[in-house]
């Protein structure tokens, strides 16, 4: 069994009715289960988790990670934990992603010219290609892989994100301008996704361990990674092809011009200022 479900009762419906039935069962839950997002380096196995619940409705700010969190512990009752591989996955990204995160840094890069890189280079960026996340769920099933993980590849520094990007798809000529944290909230541009945002980016410290987990076990249970070159052109392609697959959202290319703009001004500006000091 592979089961993606988010809502406890069909979780218990389909436990109650295959436990005896099938010999091991695959749970996709999420990160979003953890209760502590701001400490880098947790592992699955020990980091704190929200209180388990069961809301029907989902439009709850608790909901989705409290039931996640219902639904794990119900598959482990049934099928007991020798049986069950629970895979908490983080950003899933790569051809048919319609969520405009990953695909707005493709679309970006695919211009060229001066790119807004948000935070400081040093920041970590994590993910998982949507086919190596579900190679690995197969393969769970198939090798009996048990037990609780991370579903997303190893945590890297935002600059090697971006700049693997710019290698992989971008047109000679296009640069990162590196844009702090209070510049961009100043200027009302927001994190992660929706209007006005930039993807694969949050507020630190309160968000510093969301996208720096550490998936040591992860990979130890066979989780096999791609270059994130690799991802990007593949979502390209798949974006060439079907240009209306996604909806543009993030920092449009005005708003992005206008933000530098001030960057630059501001910077020239403290350059400018004379040494008062006594």
């Given at each position: 069994?592979?089961?993606?479900?988010?809502?406890?009762?069909?979780?218990?419906?389909?436990?109650?009715?295959?436990?005896?039935?099938?010999?091991?069962?695959?749970?996709?839950?999420?990160?979003?289960?953890?209760?502590?997002?701001?400490?880098?380096?947790?592992?699955?196995a020990t980091a704190p988790l929200v209180e388990a619940g069961?809301?029907?409705?989902?439009?709850?700010?608790?909901?989705?990670?409290?039931?996640?969190?219902?639904?794990?512990?119900?598959?482990?009752?049934?099928?007991?934990?020798?049986?069950?591989?629970?895979?908490?996955?983080?950003?899933?990204?790569?051809?048919?992603?319609?969520?405009?995160?990953?695909?707005?840094?493709?679309?970006?890069?695919?211009?060229?010219?001066?790119?807004?890189?948000?935070?400081?280079?040093?920041?970590?960026?994590?993910?998982?290609?949507?086919?190596?996340?579900?190679?690995?769920?197969?393969?769970?099933?198939?090798?009996?892989?048990?037990?609780?993980?991370?579903?997303?590849?190893?945590?890297?520094?935002?600059?090697?994100?971006?700049?693997?990007?710019?290698?992989?798809?971008?047109?000679?000529?296009?640069?990162?301008?590196?844009?702090?944290?209070?510049?961009?909230?100043?200027h009302d541009v927001r994190p992660w996704s929706g209007e006005?945002?930039?993807?694969?980016?949050?507020?630190?410290?309160?968000?510093?361990?969301?996208?720096?987990?550490?998936?040591?076990?992860?990979?130890?249970?066979?989780?096999?990674?791609?270059?994130?070159?690799?991802?990007?052109?593949?979502?390209?392609?798949?974006?060439?092809?079907?240009?209306?697959?996604?909806?543009?959202?993030?920092?449009?290319?005005?708003?992005?011009?206008?933000?530098?703009?001030?960057?630059?001004?501001?910077?020239?500006?403290?350059?400018?200022e004379p040494d008062v000091r006594a």
């Amino acid at each position: 069994v592979v089961d993606v479900s988010r809502t406890p009762r069909h979780v218990r419906h389909a436990v109650d009715a295959l436990a005896g039935r099938v010999g091991h069962f695959s749970f996709v839950s999420t990160c979003n289960v953890y209760a502590d997002q701001s400490t880098p380096g947790q592992r699955a196995a020990t980091a704190p988790l929200v209180e388990a619940g069961e809301f029907d409705d989902d439009a709850k700010p608790e909901a989705y990670g409290a039931n996640k969190v219902t639904c794990e512990d119900l598959v482990r009752d049934g099928f007991g934990v020798d049986r069950s591989f629970i895979c908490r996955a983080g950003l899933i990204v790569g051809p048919e992603d319609r969520s405009d995160r990953f695909p707005y840094w493709v679309r970006r890069m695919a211009r060229g010219g001066e790119v807004l890189a948000p935070g400081a280079p040093s920041e970590s960026v994590q993910f998982v290609d949507v086919d190596d996340l579900a190679d690995w769920l197969i393969r769970a099933g198939a090798e009996g892989i048990s037990g609780t993980y991370d579903g997303k590849g190893a945590p890297m520094p935002r600059e090697r994100f971006l700049t693997d990007l710019v290698d992989a798809i971008a047109p000679d000529g296009t640069t990162l301008t590196w844009v702090d944290q209070e510049f961009l909230g100043e200027h009302d541009v927001r994190p992660w996704s929706g209007e006005r945002a930039l993807p694969l980016w949050l507020p630190l410290p309160e968000y510093a361990g969301f996208l720096a987990r550490d998936v040591t076990d992860s990979l130890a249970a066979g989780l096999r990674t791609r270059p994130v070159a690799e991802t990007a052109r593949r979502t390209l392609e798949w974006m060439t092809a079907d240009p209306d697959a996604v909806k543009p959202g993030g920092l449009a290319a005005e708003d992005e011009t206008n933000v530098l703009r001030e960057w630059h001004a501001r910077r020239a500006g403290n350059r400018a200022e004379p040494d008062v000091r006594a």
